[in-house]
């Protein structure tokens, strides 16, 4: 017999001290704490198997982590890549596959912060100029590296 899942829909209310997570059946979870207040955000999900599940999400707070990381992102803004991007591809019309800017705001580890930077930015190169003709001359050039090492 398949067993049907039914998700919830959850609706959030906050106020000054406490946290409440709501769903449809009216079973509520209570976070209270001063940390709550100005850093994290309660975000939850409803697994298959109906439990709730409660996460804490934390903001950056670090002007000088805030600074660097927008200066990332200027930097990956200021490309031809991303003003044809911006040009083609209009803001409703972009799905998950697509390039999205990191949120500066979300606290990562510095590692993964990078990783995200690196993989935005590589994939703005598809919307350069020329990103067709590179790729054709890269995988010509590996073909013919391939060529000579197998003929040896």
Known sequence: MASCYKKRRL???ESEDKITVTDKSMN?????????KNRKKLKSDVENEG?????????ETDPEVLQRRQKQIDYGKNTVGYQNYVQQIPLNKRTKELPKTPDKYLKYSRRSWDMLIKLWRKNLHE??????????????????VNDDDSSD
């Open 51 to 59: 439990n709730l599940v409660v996460k804490l999400v934390e903001y």
């Open 11 to 13: 609706e959030h209310e």
């Open 28 to 36: 509520s979870i209570t976070h209270s704490g001063e940390d709550s």
């Open 127 to 144: 919307f350069d100029p020329n990103f067709g003709e590179v790729k054709k001359e890269c995988n010509d050039a590996n073909k013919k």
